[in-house]
């Protein structure tokens, strides 16, 4: 045989053994998108900025580290789903209804206030195998590491201070790293954006500034959800510090009270704050006016705002008016489309860097499709599906709070 041929044909014996050797290889199936968004959210911190899971924690039949549903008990978040989930943890929130604005009232909403956080601090307690307090923003990797879901602590409406900004200083003392001015009426700090008889200071009030200078001088992050658009103006003037929005959607898509418009959240990203995205129905989808459904579905939130009283009987009575109520007067149901148009929104008008999670879980949230925290991994797969790359997705999840967290403990001035 020709030298040359006996090359050639020895050549091509070892083309194909390198083939054979390296079809393995060559032969593994790329990561799909599913496995990236999996990886992805496993490894990021995801933090929710509103967690009203607090208003369950007196339930005399319910306990965080059992699984629940929401079809049993209305509830929304728990360990167990936690960690199917994949949510590391939180804002959780002292939530205190707006009563009278009177030296009783305010008596009782400090009381309220202060009841509330020790139920969060004994929940972590009863729970430190799985729970920790966090107070800085570095603790929220220390605490992932360990295998713990994530505690701060938040609140929703001032009036725990009992119109007195120098409590706050107390209420920092014992965990508190965010603060809410007002709910859905005034208070004697600010104008909320859905007070019944329209605004009363034009903004914020003397004590409501004061109240902003205090938040910035402790390190607190400072939530303009709920309020007007003059206290979002005002304060992000006044504020030393980048604020949030810890449960709010975009007005443009739906122009409720309670959302924003593009003007502020480009205003709110160039201070560098960041936006939660909420997925309460009526802020997502306009629902047509009804008082009569109103009405009952205070009557139905009264039956369960009392946690301590909540009884299995009592639970089983407020599901069934739950049921009536929609049965008799059916409403558009948002879905998780509608969540995600509205988050998209705001990912364009304010920049990846500026938008996070903050879904109302436990306090209203949730939307077909989006019930619980299981379902958060849908988010972080439909964000890289749309083009965002891994490190703009962990902002969202959680990074982008954490950076406003560091700067305001940075201006933090004991």
């Given at each position: 045989?020709?030298?040359?041929?006996?090359?050639?044909?020895?050549?091509?014996?070892?083309?194909?053994?390198?083939?054979?050797?390296?079809?393995?290889?060559?032969?593994?199936?790329?990561?799909?998108?599913?496995?990236?968004?999996?990886?992805?959210?496993?490894?990021?911190?995801?933090l929710?900025?509103?967690?009203?899971?607090?208003?369950?924690?007196?339930?005399?039949?319910?306990?965080?580290?059992?699984?629940?549903?929401?079809?049993?008990?209305?509830?929304?978040?728990?360990?167990?789903?936690?960690?199917?989930?994949?949510?590391?943890?939180?804002?959780?929130?002292?939530?205190?209804?707006?009563?009278?604005?009177?030296?009783?009232?305010?008596?009782?909403?400090?009381d309220?206030?202060?009841?509330?956080?020790?139920?969060?601090?004994?929940?972590?307690?009863?729970?430190?195998?799985?729970?920790?307090?966090?107070?800085?923003?570095?603790?929220?990797?220390?605490?992932?590491?360990?295998?713990?879901?994530?505690?701060?602590?938040?609140?929703?409406?001032?009036?725990?201070?009992?119109?007195?900004?120098?409590?706050?200083?107390?209420?920092?003392?014992?965990?508190?790293?965010?603060?809410?001015?007002?709910?859905?009426?005034?208070?004697?700090?600010?104008?909320?954006?859905?007070?019944?008889?329209?605004?009363?200071?034009?903004?914020?009030?003397?004590?409501?500034?004061?109240?902003?200078?205090?938040?910035?001088?402790?390190?607190?992050?400072?939530?303009?959800?709920?309020?007007?658009?003059a206290?979002?103006?005002?304060?992000?003037?006044?504020?030393?510090?980048?604020?949030?929005?810890?449960?709010?959607?975009?007005?443009?898509?739906?122009?409720?009270?309670?959302?924003?418009?593009?003007?502020?959240?480009?205003?709110?990203a160039?201070?560098?704050?960041?936006?939660?995205?909420?997925?309460?129905?009526?802020?997502?989808?306009?629902?047509?006016?009804?008082?009569?459904?109103?009405?009952?579905?205070?009557?139905?939130?009264?039956?369960?705002?009392?946690?301590?009283?909540?009884?299995?009987?009592?639970?089983?009575?407020?599901?069934?008016?739950?049921?009536?109520?929609?049965?008799?007067?059916?409403?558009?149901?948002?879905?998780?489309?509608?969540?995600?148009?509205?988050?998209?929104?705001?990912?364009?008008?304010?920049?990846?860097?500026?938008?996070?999670?903050?879904?109302?879980?436990?306090?209203?949230?949730?939307?077909?499709g989006?019930?619980?925290?299981?379902?958060?991994?849908?988010?972080?797969?439909?964000?890289?599906?749309?083009?965002?790359?891994?490190?703009?997705?962990?902002?969202?999840?959680?990074?982008?709070?954490?950076?406003?967290?560091?700067a305001?403990?940075a201006?933090?001035q004991?």
């Open positions: 045989m020709p030298r040359a041929i006996q090359t050639m044909k020895s050549t091509a014996i070892a083309l194909l053994l390198c083939a054979f050797l390296l079809r393995p290889a060559l032969a593994a199936p790329a990561e799909t998108l599913e496995q990236r968004a999996t990886a992805l959210h496993n490894s990021a911190i995801v929710d900025t509103h967690l009203d899971t607090p208003m369950l924690f007196a339930r005399p039949d319910w306990r965080i580290g059992d699984r629940h549903s929401f079809d049993a008990d209305f509830s929304q978040v728990d360990y167990p789903r936690m960690v199917e989930g994949g949510l590391d943890g939180g804002f959780w929130v002292i939530y205190t209804p707006q009563g009278e604005r009177t030296a009783a009232g305010n008596r009782a909403a400090r309220f206030g202060l009841k509330r956080l020790v139920e969060i601090r004994e929940m972590v307690a009863a729970n430190a195998d799985r729970f920790e307090i966090a107070l800085s923003a570095d603790d929220a990797a220390r605490i992932k590491k360990a295998g713990k879901r994530i505690v701060y602590i938040s609140m929703e409406n001032a009036s725990p201070l009992a119109s007195d900004p120098s409590l706050l200083g107390a209420y920092y003392d014992l965990g508190l790293r965010m603060l809410g001015l007002v709910h859905s009426s005034n208070d004697d700090f600010a104008d909320s954006s859905t007070n019944p008889g329209g605004p009363e200071f034009n903004g914020l009030s003397d004590k409501g500034r004061a109240l902003v200078a205090e938040a910035n001088r402790l390190g607190l992050i400072i939530d303009l959800s709920h309020a007007s658009n206290v979002f103006d005002q304060v992000v003037e006044l504020s030393k510090t980048p604020v949030v929005l810890s449960h709010t959607a975009s007005a443009a898509l739906n122009a409720h009270p309670r959302n924003i418009d593009d003007a502020r959240l480009r205003k709110l160039a201070t560098g704050g960041v936006i939660q995205v909420n997925s309460v129905n009526q802020f997502l989808i306009k629902v047509p006016d009804n008082a009569e459904r109103d009405a009952e579905v205070d009557r139905f939130f009264a039956m369960i705002e009392d946690g301590a009283a909540l009884s299995a009987e009592r639970r089983k009575q407020a599901m069934q008016l739950y049921r009536e109520i929609e049965a008799k007067y059916p409403t558009p149901k948002a879905t998780f489309e509608d969540y995600m148009k509205h988050m998209l929104h705001i990912l364009e008008v304010a920049g990846p860097e500026h938008v996070g999670l903050g879904a109302d879980w436990d306090g209203g949230g949730g939307v077909s989006m019930i619980d925290v299981t379902s958060l991994p849908k988010i972080t797969e439909r964000l890289l599906r749309e083009g965002y790359s891994e490190d703009q997705v962990r902002g969202v999840l959680g990074g982008n709070l954490l950076r406003v967290m560091r305001v403990e201006a933090r004991p």
